[in-house]
């Protein structure tokens, strides 16, 4: 048998668990307990434990907080500012546009950047940090069926992404982010065993599907407020009408509301540090 390896077992002890997941891991042992002394009961733990795993299941919203800590605004310090976050970069194409608009403007942002990605293209991260902007964890290859893995592969894509993004930038991540922004419920120890925090949002514009810049900037910016973090994609942005990724139409008058709102953008690292 395999011993078990040593960082998962540092990260299953550095972890407090909410009181949801303790509640279920207590619920686990006293199913294994119950079938340790009655071993025909087990149709009815199985049954117990199904609705147990329906109920994280549905919890695992990418804005939810039952499961643990997570970011969905700044801090109350920071009613004046907004958080720009790009997602799924950095791409040779947009991020470098993305960058100069951003830079026109006065602003800074947060890349929670797919660390495979950034290997390929370390010169550009390396800019957005010279750019003043912080790069982010958003795991290494951004599996799509992420929130379904099994705590060693957890571990290894948030891991090696970590890896990656220190290595180019000299500065290890502080945030991360889930693919899909779906919550695994044994990603919290995952997290506290490389220093990380969990990040979401609190409005998207979607802009990986809707064509239309309009129609995403209406959801970003209707009801705009001072604490509001903000999703958008420099990589797998989706193009509009005419060819041109989605959040480049999109970012020149969303930085505009946000001026004219009276508000700042600033990065995570900066904000909600």
Known sequence: MRPPNPSVVASLRAWHPAPLPRASLWLHGLGAATLAVQPGL?????????????????LMHPRG??????????????????????????????????????????????????????????ALLREIVARGHSVENHSQTHPGHFAAHGLWALRREVAAAQDSIAGITGIAPRWFR??????????????????????AWTRRGYDTRIRDPQRVLRRLAGGLAGRDILLLHDGNAARDPWGRPVVLSVLPPLLARIRAAGLSALSLTTAAA
Do not use: K, Y
């Open 42 to 58: 087990w149709p009815q733990v199985l049954g117990v434990l199904a609705c147990n795993h329906a109920l994280l299941a549905g």
């Open 65 to 122: 907080t039952l499961l643990g800590p997570n970011l969905v605004r700044l801090p109350e310090s920071h009613g004046d500012a907004v958080a720009l976050t790009f997602d799924d970069g950095p791409d040779p194409e947009v991020t470098p546009r993305v960058l100069d608009l951003l830079e026109a403007a006065g602003a800074r942002a947060t890349f929670f950047v797919i660390g495979a990605r950034a290997a390929r293209h370390p």
């Open 178 to 199: 889930a693919p899909m922004g779906l919550r695994s419920p044994l990603l919290d120890p995952v997290l506290a065993g490389q220093g990380l925090r969990l990040a």
